[in-house]
Structures are given as C-alpha cells and as structure tokens.
C-alpha cells in the first residue's frame, strides 16, 4: 500500500510541476522538491544582470548540480553553480544575456542522495 501511495504522490507532483522537475530519489532516500524560481516560468526578463535562484526543500550538494543554458539556435554553455548559496538554494549568473528566448537546464543533487532534474524557460526582451 505504501509503495501506491507513493506513486500516487509521485504522479500529483508530476502533474502539478509538468517539465519544471522530474524526481530521480534513489531507493530509500527521501525525494526533494522545487519549491519556487527565480525567474519564474516563461518570466521576459532585462538583459543585464541575469542571475538564478532555484529554491528546494532540502539541503544541496552544490559541487554536484549543475546550470546549462540554451539559446533559440540550441547553443549551449555551463553557468556555474554558486558554492557558497544558502544550503537549499542553487544559485548561478550569466550577467548579461541579449534579446531572446532561453531556457535554463538544471540537475540539483540533494546531500542526502536525492536528485532532481528540469528546466525553466525564461526570455530576454529588448533593451528600452
């Protein structure tokens, strides 16, 4: 019974965060959520300045995440993850970006063995 009802609990978050995150916890480990992003899904953002912040419910192993940004055209280049952030934080900055759509791949790894993986779309709009 216990092993339905946490599949139940696995297909509402599914259900609920879409492609923001998929759950990878090994057998045992207690699963980690993202609980909020900065920018927020779809968000058009200025160019200067871009930085991220990716709020979970459990502490991080930081060495281990990762940040991978990708342009329309598909290019793709690694942000590096803050290793000083707040413990249940991912935290990375590109500094400035140029018009257009982008998305933010990312793989947060939890200190107790948990993993999670999505990614957050976001756009740069124009300089005014």
Not at 7 to 22: D, E, N, Q, T
Not at 68 to 89: E, I, Y
């Amino acid at each position: 019974m216990r092993h339905l009802s946490l599949r139940l609990a696995a297909v509402f978050a599914a259900a609920l965060l879409g492609p923001l995150a998929r759950a990878a916890p090994p057998g045992g480990v207690e699963a980690m959520h993202l609980m909020g992003t900065e920018p927020r899904p779809n968000q058009v953002m200025s160019g200067s300045g871009v930085a991220f912040a990716l709020h979970f419910d459990h502490p991080l192993d930081h060495e281990a995440s990762r940040f991978m940004l990708s342009d329309a055209s598909g290019a793709r280049r690694t942000v590096p993850v803050r290793l000083g952030a707040q413990p249940s934080v991912l935290y990375g900055s590109v500094g400035q970006l140029p018009p257009g759509s982008y998305t933010l791949g990312w793989s947060a790894h939890a200190s107790n063995g948990a993993a999670l993986n999505g990614t957050l779309p976001f756009t740069v709009g124009p300089a005014h």
